[in-house]
């Protein structure tokens, strides 16, 4: 495997799609990924792996069961596994994301905004 640098502005600027996150690296099991998130998503939860997101640039509002926390650029939360969660972008947002290989950006909930076949960067 070829070690290189990874430059995010670059993989920002490949694609313009919302909600539909794309492979840059793998580490340990896990996928290196980047979105574009705008406007609301869907209330989900991985029953089985915990979820880092980390915004680049923009705000997102995390809404869970009992509140909702917002994310500034610079900023990351983790999400634990088996916990509602609804991501909301304030305009759009660039989001770096750490997440098992065998993380469904849906979760438990299976609807549009459903991607089974992420591609890579």
């Not at 996928?31 to 705000?59: N, P, R, S, T, W």
């Amino acid at each position: 495997m070829e070690i290189k640098t990874v430059n995010l502005e670059d993989k920002f600027n490949a694609f313009n799609d919302y909600w539909n996150p794309k492979i840059v690296a793998e580490l340990n099991g896990q996928f290196v990924k980047v979105a574009k998130f705008k406007d609301e998503f869907i209330m989900h939860q991985h029953e089985h792996e915990d979820e880092m997101f980390l915004v680049i640039e923009g705000k997102l509002l995390m809404e869970l069961d009992h509140k909702t926390l917002e994310i500034n650029s610079g900023e990351f939360i983790v999400i634990p596994r088996k916990t509602n969660h609804r991501p909301k972008a304030i305009g759009e947002a660039k989001v770096l994301l750490f997440e098992p290989k065998t993380t469904l950006n849906t979760g438990n909930t299976e609807n549009k905004f459903t991607i089974k076949k992420l591609d890579t960067i």
